[in-house]
Structures are given as structure tokens and as C-alpha cells.
T-cell receptor, first 116, second 113 residues
Framework: AQTVTQSQPEMSVQEAETVTLSCTYD???????LFWYKQPPSRQMILVIR??????QNATENRFSVNFQKAAKSFSLKISDSQLGDTAMYFC?????????????FGTGTRLTIIP | KAGVTQTPRYLIKTRGQQVTLSCSPI?????VSWYQQTPGQGLQFLFE???????NKGNFPGRFSGRQFSNSRSEMNVSTLELGDSALYLC????????????FGPGTRLTVT
């Protein structure tokens, strides 16, 4: 079974600063995907970024980038030039890449607050 | 393109009753997954449907069931409600073609009294 650990329950940062959210996972699988999802207060979950385990290059999406360390089973999210709209719960998620499998295993989340 | 929609958005039920929640996926998406979100247990996978068949199932009691229709819309049913079933129930859809990206609906907030 896979486990996902987010060790930072809460974080806060000043607007325009850079913040890094941590995520570690445990799996014996070799082929998998990792995701970061964002859940703003009282709003729906949004996919932020995706990383395929077989790709060495770290994924980036505008101000969001990841640091994927496969050997260390670490998958952190960096948010650059943080904005007030980035205030949300952030969930790290694991998915075993097997056709027909759509089960996401989530971490407990990090509540990120951007301070004006 | 319309996103994932869920109805109703809020529900209040009494212990022992049953409830049905509905999810309409993004057009073209054939896979629908259901998750339960609670403060104590976090996000937990309930089950996933593809082409009207349950493909994956999480560790929930048999009181939790679901189905999928030919238009990919899905329903989940909880029978004999317990106080612990109070949660946000999230539905997610995907193409299920190997990119594994799931898109979530706004959820149904179920309160059991």
C-alpha cells in the first residue's frame, strides 16, 4: 500500500514571497504519478501540477514547480511570487500508473495562508 | 466546457435514513471516482466507475454503493446513515486514457443528525 505524508499542517508567507510545501511518499511501485491539488476555502479541488515518475525533469506550471527526488521519495511544491489567491489547502497525491487504476492516495494536506 | 457538477450541494439527513448523491462528469470523461473528505480521516477513496462497471473499490462498508449510467453520470448511495458519515463527498472525472488527471466537482456536504 502507498502512503503520502505532508509534515507541514500549516504555513504562512508574505505576498510575493516564495514558499515550498513538502511531501514524501512510500511505495514499492516503479511506475506512478504524483500530483498537487489545491482546495481554496469553500471551493472545489483544482489540479495544480502533475509529475510522471519516469520523467527526470521536474514539472512546472507558471508560478508552480516541483522538486521531484525519486530516490528520496520526495515531491515538494514551490510557489513563486505568491498571491492572495494561492491561499488554500494543498494536497499531495499518489497514483499507481496501471491502466484502469484511478485511485488517488492523498496526504493530510497543508493549509497555506498568503499574508497581504 | 462545463466542469464536474454534483447535486445536491448540501444535505441534512437523520441517522438510519439513506441518501443518493449525483455526479455529472466533464463531457467525454468516462471514469468517475468518489472520495469522502472528513477532518479526521482526510480524503479517502470510495470507488471508481468506468463504462457502467465498478473498477476499483476502497475500504468502506457495503452501506456505500454506487452506479454509473450509460451517459457516464454516476450516483452514490449510502444506506442506514450513521453520524460518522457526515462528510464532504467529492466526485472526480477523467478520460481514463492514461494521463491520470482527475477533475473534481464542488462536492456534496452531507450532515447526519
Amino acid at each position: 500500500a502507498q502512503t503520502v505524508t505532508q509534515s507541514q499542517p500549516e504555513m504562512s508567507v508574505q505576498e510575493a514571497e516564495t514558499v515550498t510545501l513538502s511531501c514524501t511518499y512510500d511505495t514499492s511501485e516503479s511506475n506512478y504519478y504524483l500530483f498537487w491539488y489545491k482546495q481554496p476555502p469553500s471551493r472545489q479541488m483544482i489540479l495544480v501540477i502533475r509529475q510522471e515518475a519516469y520523467k527526470q525533469q521536474n514539472a512546472t506550471e507558471n508560478r508552480f514547480s516541483v522538486n521531484f527526488q525519486k530516490a528520496a521519495k520526495s515531491f515538494s511544491l514551490k510557489i513563486s511570487d505568491s498571491q492572495l489567491g494561492d491561499t488554500a489547502m494543498y494536497f499531495c497525491a499518489f497514483l499507481r500508473a496501471n491502466f484502469g487504476n484511478e485511485k488517488l492516495t492523498f496526504g493530510t494536506g497543508t493549509r497555506l495562508t498568503i499574508i497581504p | 466546457k462545463a466542469g464536474v457538477t454534483q447535486t445536491p450541494r448540501y444535505l441534512i439527513k437523520t441517522r438510519g435514513q439513506q441518501v443518493t448523491l449525483s455526479c455529472s462528469p466533464i463531457s467525454g470523461h468516462r471514469s468517475v471516482s468518489w472520495y469522502q473528505q472528513t477532518p479526521g480521516q482526510g480524503l479517502q477513496f470510495l470507488f471508481e466507475y468506468f463504462s457502467e462497471t465498478q473498477r476499483n473499490k476502497g475500504n468502506f462498508p457495503g452501506r456505500f454503493s454506487g452506479r454509473q449510467f450509460s451517459n457516464s453520470r454516476s450516483e452514490m448511495n449510502v444506506s442506514t446513515l450513521e453520524l460518522g458519515d457526515s462528510a464532504l463527498y467529492l466526485c472526480a472525472s477523467s478520460f481514463s486514457t492514461g494521463n491520470y488527471e482527475q477533475y473534481f466537482g464542488p462536492g456534496t456536504r452531507l450532515t447526519v443528525t
